[in-house]
Nanobody, 129 residues
Framework: QVQLVESGGGLVQAGGSLRLSCVVSGGTFSRYGMGWFRQAPGKEREFVTAISWNGGHTYHEEFVKDRFTVSRDNAKNTVYLEMNSLKNEDSADYYC??????????????????????WGQGTQVTVSS
């Protein structure tokens, strides 16, 4: 059974940084494209960023451009989300997700939550003024 466990969330002041981690177990991590999504209270889950199985291709939403960086370490079965210059509007529960895909480029479906096979339980990020 594939399990995803996120960590690294917390309370941070605006302008600060956090690094989220997501460890995958029970499957072959290098066969998964990985995505990060977030969901704020009362809002729909939204795409943040995604990375292909070997890290060679990424997607990211415009609102995270130049602030967030996704990376992965296949030897550690872990995907990371480095978040800098955090804003109040970045406050949300952050989820990692896995989709079975070993193509060199992620398909556009990687931006859609329903495309993913497995999800973590989420980690909360709160950005204060």
């Amino acid at each position: 059974q594939v399990q995803l466990v996120e960590s690294g969330g917390g309370l941070v002041q605006a302008g600060g940084s956090l690094r989220l981690s997501c460890v995958v177990s029970g499957g072959t991590f290098s066969r998964y494209g990985m995505g990060w999504f977030r969901q704020a209270p009362g809002k729909e889950r939204e795409f943040v960023t995604a990375i292909s199985w070997n890290g060679g291709h990424t997607y990211h939403e415009e609102f995270v451009k130049d602030r967030f960086t996704v990376s992965r370490d296949n030897a550690k079965n872990t995907v990371y989300l480095e978040m800098n210059s955090l804003k109040n509007e970045d406050s949300a529960d952050y989820y990692c997700a896995a989709v079975q895909n070993v193509e060199p480029r992620l398909p556009l479906e990687a931006l859609v939550p329903g495309s993913y096979d497995y999800w973590g339980q989420g980690t909360q990020v709160t950005v204060s003024s």
